[in-house]
């Protein structure tokens, strides 16, 4: 089994910074995808942003330049540096894992940002 707990969320000022961490425990493969979707109140969940284990990273147009995905593969765990926080990027957190074929998800935590 896995297990992916994330951590790092809570209110913020718009224009400020928070950074969410995610820890994959169990059963984790060498080979595998970590990343971040997000759900805000009456819409649908959205890719935040991915990185694989060889680094390659991917993220949401509405992300870029404001978003930094990284990962310490030793740890297991994936980290969403976000700068420049928006009013529209409240919402909660989900942590996700790709390995194998099949998706696991974490509870999520929620951001929420303030004017």
């Known amino acids: 089994q896995v297990q992916l707990v994330e951590s790092g969320g809570g209110l913020v000022q718009a224009g400020g910074s928070l950074r969410l961490s995610c820890a994959a425990s169990g059963s984790i493969f060498s080979i595998n995808t970590l990343g971040w979707y997000r759900q805000a109140p009456g819409k649908q969940r959205e890719l935040v942003a991915d990185i694989t284990s060889h680094g390659s990273t991917n993220y949401a147009d509405s992300t870029k330049g404001r978003f930094t995905i990284s990962r310490d593969n030793a740890k297991n765990t994936v980290y969403l540096q976000m700068n420049s926080l928006k009013l529209e990027d409240t919402a909660v957190y989900y942590c996700?894992?790709?390995?194998?074929?099949?998706?696991?998800w974490g509870q999520g935590t929620q951001v929420t940002v303030s004017s």
């Open positions: 996700y894992l790709d390995q194998v074929l099949r998706r696991y």
